[in-house]
């Protein structure tokens, strides 16, 4: 059997912080134990509540916090990494999870330039709150602003507007969302309890993949937000110029690129198991197989390196925040086309079988759609590394 898998990749992950080489342990232990109940909770469309529980006692869930605060201090290529070893056995707990560990990188970076952010990286730690976002104001692809508004009153905002694909909510205790100063025009991004009066889930969820990740509707109906709890103010105008937004989306592209690998890497050990189980085609020769393995193997490569080499790259580097999301944006497209080709490689390897709901692989290659959907997404992906690059060379 050929081995391009990503066991180098987590060997490297341990010349980083030691808390860094542990996360990915953890996830790949997690893995194994979440593997068992991955289709029911697809069938069902069940949020994995029993999985964020050992996340939580497993210490997985406080991975990126820096160690000084009780944390694993695991880095953006470490939790990249984790990520895929997680996702290998639930996707949709992966995926969903990623909405908190993508918030907790960015704000451990911030952190460490001083920025006053400990006391939410420390409930983290102590208290094991799971945080959720929202950016997603409407299901297209885009650089996208946002139409929820706050209203200013004394003391803070009262925010109303209609968030989607909010990815965990019935596991989330704090929420970032998006709002539009409706004096200013300036989109501020605030921290609201998520059971907080003026908030409510509306569950919409019902998918064709990643079903367990319940990723309802949030909506907001005048919730209070004081002052404290606006962490960034961004000026009018296209929010990922703004350094912050670069850096939060850096961590989330990473992030969410490590779990569509993931994806792929557990479909390509499927059709290793496929080969010569009588899963397989019957009538195949076994000539035509091996150019299956070949083409397989080579969209898996793709991926695995594209994401090896940008999460090392940026790990060590995101001084420019534009030139960082740039990368990263080229990191989600390209794993995100090879872990697609690399499953849709699988199924075929498999056979017919894989059309069946018993099969894993049936709910692989439904659930690494997903990766379509991220903003931003393309076309918009693609002008957004355009116009950065074509910036630069001028």
Known sequence: MVTASSD???????????????????????AEEFRSTAAELDRRGEFPAANYRRMHETGYLRGPVPTELGGLGAGLAQMSRAQQALARGCASTALAVNMHQFQLGFMADNWRKGAPVEHVLR?????????????AEAIVAGEWTTPTTARREAGG??????????SQAPGMDLVRVNARDQETSEILICSIPARAAGVRVVETWDTTGMRATASHDL????????????????????????????GVACWFLCLVSGVYLGVA?????????ALGSGINSSFRAMALSDVLIGQLEAEFLS???????????????RGDPQAALTQAILCKEL????????????????????????????????????????????????????????????
Do not use: N
């Open 8 to 30: 180098a990749s987590r060997e490297r992950a341990g010349l980083g912080e030691a808390g860094g080489a542990d996360v990915v342990a953890i996830a790949a232990g997690l």
């Open 123 to 135: 409930r983290v730690a102590d208290e094991g709150i799971v945080l959720g976002s929202t950016g």
């Open 157 to 166: 905002y009262r925010v109303t507007g209609r968030k989607f694909f909010c």
């Open 219 to 246: 909506v907001l109906e005048d919730a209070w937000v004081p002052d404290g709890a606006v962490g960034v103010r961004l000026p009018p105008g296209p929010p990922m110029l703004h350094p912050a937004m670069a």
């Open 265 to 273: 890497e557990e479909a390509r050990a499927e059709a290793y198991r």
């Open 303 to 317: 991926a695995l390196a594209v994401l090896d080499r940008v999460v090392d790259a940026l790990d060590a580097d």
């Open 335 to 394: 794993v995100s086309e090879h872990a697609i080709a690399t499953v849709d490689k699988a199924v075929e390897i498999a056979g017919g079988r894989a059309f069946f709901r018993k099969s894993p692989l049936e709910r692989l290659a439904r659930d690494v759609r997903a990766a379509r959907f991220h903003p931003p997404a393309a076309p918009v992906s693609f002008q957004m590394i355009g116009e950065r690059l074509r910036g630069a060379a001028g």
